[in-house]
């Protein structure tokens, strides 16, 4: 009896394993379909922050950057940078919960387009307070991105496969702040060509890419799988509805593989507004809050304000010299990602472990950038936060997704999606609105205070992951 229990199971061992390739096929099938689509579409939507830092500085020599055009004081700059990430706080949620409802490709697509056409407007500006409400409708337009992006990520795939899916596209990030800098310096070549600031022709050439690739993306990005699939809520004829119908990424029977190991992983539910407020309640969210919070909050610091700290550090630097440095912080951002992400979703069990890890470099990375020695070592500081930053986000998000949704369906992923990057982004109003060039008297100290309130900040995204954990491990609370 114990030989046939032992063959039993090594068949049964060996069944799964089968199983695992096909599905390794399946997945693989759909990563080249979504995945260089989500990529593309968080690189330009992100591409518009870290150029509008870039457009700070740039030509600052000729007099034409930006802040000299415009005649911005440092209040202009850090009110203007903070209220973009009002807008996220304000409309993450709402827009994503409009996602959960509509088909989730033409949604994204909606938003990118929006975000080409507010950027491309970014040439006609001519006055400081057109700035201010500029970048607040941009983080309207850009709200619900990310958040959009982790809840369509769980309508495709598996929780124990979504933390590398979702570092993947991250790195879109990373790559367009890299690109901005290589970008900026190029586009000051074309600095008063027709009479137009480097800058805006920047920003007329990518809100131009923007908007094209936006509307490609609703015939490449495919709908809900089918067994998620609800009635259609289009406002046009379904002569012209069918016009924005996308293919399905699979054939009958990866189709039917793929919904057999999905079913019993991912629940649709429809909800209510009770729900919604449920979710907000549960004690998980906010510590997942407040780990955004802290890593977010210095991503963003040195996404917006990474030239303006490089150019303080040497002031001998040109303006192209300090875009093209810019650029490598985010390849070791890119790095981090690409190392740090399969590991977590290897071992899911350690993704707290990965976490904290990751964000100590982050510190080390700001001690050696405010305290050591000579311009390129404390640049080298600036290079090895953005390694720590990497894995980060990516892991915060597949937490979100791995908590709520076992227990509240895919409104779970939504509003949590939602919840904690719309408010973990007041870590980013402080950042780009009391640091840095919105704390005048820290810049005689070159930013050393406002790069020590990161670290601080740092530190609570570190103890909240902890409490996260103790509270997982509370069965009271492990409703799971």
């Known amino acids: 009896m114990d030989v046939e229990s032992a063959v039993k199971s090594e068949e049964s061992q060996e069944v799964f394993q089968v199983e695992d390739v096909k599905l390794d096929r399946v997945y693989w099938k759909l990563d080249l379909r979504i995945i260089p689509a989500l990529w593309c579409l968080y690189f330009l939507s992100s591409f518009g922050t870290s150029a509008y830092g870039n457009t700070l500085t740039m030509n600052f020599q ?16 850090s009110t203007a940078s903070a209220l973009e990430f009002v807008g996220f706080i304000i409309f993450d949620l709402p827009m994503n919960l409009i996602m959960t409802k509509l088909s989730p ?14 950027y491309a407007c970014y040439a006609a500006l001519k006055t400081n307070s057109g700035l201010v409400a500029i970048r607040f409708f941009s983080g309207v337009c850009s709200a619900g991105v990310w958040p959009g992006m982790s809840y369509y ?18 790195t879109a990030a990373q790559l367009s702040a890299s690109a901005a800098g290589l970008v900026a310096a190029g586009f000051q070549k074309m600095d008063m060509t027709r009479g137009l600031e480097g800058w805006r022709w920047l920003f007329i050439v990518y809100g131009s ?26 406002f046009l004829p379904a002569s ?55 890593v977010v909050g210095t991503g963003f610091g ?34 981090g990602i690409l190392l740090v992400t399969p590991f977590a979703d290897k071992f899911k069990k350690l993704r707290s472990v990965f976490f904290c890890g990751s964000t100590v470099i982050i510190i080390i990375g700001m001690v050696v950038t405010t305290y050591a020695h000579g311009f390129w070592n404390r640049y080298a500081g600036l290079l090895i936060a953005g390694f720590g930053l990497g894995p980060t986000v990516p892991i915060t998000m597949t937490l979100a997704s791995e908590i709520m949704t076992p227990v509240y369906g895919d409104v779970g992923t939504a509003v949590s999606a939602a919840l904690v990057s719309g408010l973990g982004n007041l870590g980013s109003v402080a950042a780009t609105y009391a640091l840095y060039s919105g704390w005048p008297a820290d810049v ?25 954990e103790i509270i997982r491990r509370n069965k009271r609370f492990n409703r799971a």
């Open 62 to 77: 000729q007099g034409h950057s930006l802040k000299e055009t415009l005649k911005l004081t440092s209040h202009d700059t």
């Open 105 to 118: 490709q033409i949604w994204l697509s909606r938003i990118i387009v929006s975000v080409g056409v507010v």
């Open 153 to 170: 990520i769980s309508l495709w795939y598996p929780e124990h496969r979504t933390a590398r899916r979702i570092g993947y596209y991250f």
């Open 209 to 234: 890419i923007t908007v094209f690739v936006g509307l490609l993306l609703i015939w490449w990005l495919p709908d809900r799988p089918q067994h998620l699939a609800q009635p259609s809520r289009s």
């Open 240 to 294: 012209i509805a069918k016009f924005f119908t996308s293919p399905q990424p699979l054939n009958e029977r990866d189709r039917s593989a793929h919904e057999q190991d999905m079913r019993h992983r991912y629940t649709k539910i429809n909800w209510g507004w009770k729900d919604v407020i449920t979710i907000i309640l549960d004690i998980r969210v906010w510590p997942l809050i407040l780990m955004y919070f802290g």
């Open 302 to 335: 040195l996404s917006v304000f990474g030239t303006t700290l490089i150019s303080a550090l040497n002031p001998n630097l040109s303006g192209i010299d300090v875009s093209l440095l810019y650029a490598p912080i985010w390849l070791f951002d890119l790095g």
């Open 444 to 468: 005689p100290r070159l930013y050393e205070y406002s790069n020590m309130m990161l670290v601080l900040i740092l530190g609570v995204s570190i103890v909240s992951c902890g409490v996260l």
